[in-house]
């Protein structure tokens, strides 16, 4: 059967499902969108990632078509009649079709997509190995050049630091903000450990505020870790006892090595080992 994609109300075959080539989503990357993972049926903190696409929406002033308890149940419907029990979810919002100009008041038709298709997961020999980073030199998105806290279809910024990670062997790189500090990695949020104390940067620093880190800041907090929200440098980074990385797709992966240097004994530790399983747990509801 042909995965069954959700376009504005209506879905159509893989194939079949397509938007207009005058879309400012493509011409301009002007949009947004959303990552949800579905765990047992149950997608994880729907709410929250509904809430974000909404804010990402208002801060380039796009208003959505449809309402947050309606985009809930198409998610919900893409999902049982793709028959998807364990996946990932994709909301895709464009500014719609309009002229070759960048004028956004000349486009009309918000395209609403959802994509719920199976992940692509990390293969499962890095979160027991744990991964290897490289910092970038490109720097994230000054925050008043365009907020990182914006998840907008523009992931250039993030693209360029994926291709110089990859050249340099590694899935996954770190980016620092315009003052030299940590920010986060190009799909993944950053934390470290260092004498049972859970740090990573603050929003201000200029990030995604992931809906997997807010989760793993409350599941530091009831394993009964400080937690603090502060910036970071790659000095914090290098001499930290652990470190890992969340996201949706990533859940929370072990990060062993950055910029070459080992982290902490090379292996995985035992806080990062602690916050997957009840991440883990949280997930699938236990
Ligand atoms: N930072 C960036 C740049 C991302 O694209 C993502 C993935 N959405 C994250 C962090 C992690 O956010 P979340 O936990 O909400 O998936």
Known sequence: MSLKIWINGKLHDKEDAKISVYDHGLLYGDGVFEGLRCYSGRVFRIDEHIER?????QAIRLELPLTPSALHEAIDETLRVNEIHDGYIRVVVTRGAGTLGLDPN???DPQVIIIADRIALYPEELYESGLEIVTVSVIRN?????S???KSLNYLNNILAKIEGLKAGCVE???LNSHGEVAECTGDNIFVVRRRVLSTPPVEAGILEGITRDAVI???REAGLEVREVPLTKHDVYIADECFLTGTAAEVIPVVKVDSRTI???QPG???CDLRERFFKLAHGE
């Open 53 to 57: 696409l909404w804010d990402s929406a």
């Open 106 to 108: 000349l486009t009309a």
């Open 142 to 146: 000054h925050q008043a050049a365009l």
């Open 148 to 150: 990182p806290r914006i």
């Open 173 to 175: 790189a770190l980016m």
């Open 218 to 220: 409350e599941l530091g």
């Open 264 to 266: 902490g004994n090379g």
């Open 270 to 272: 035992p806080v990062t």
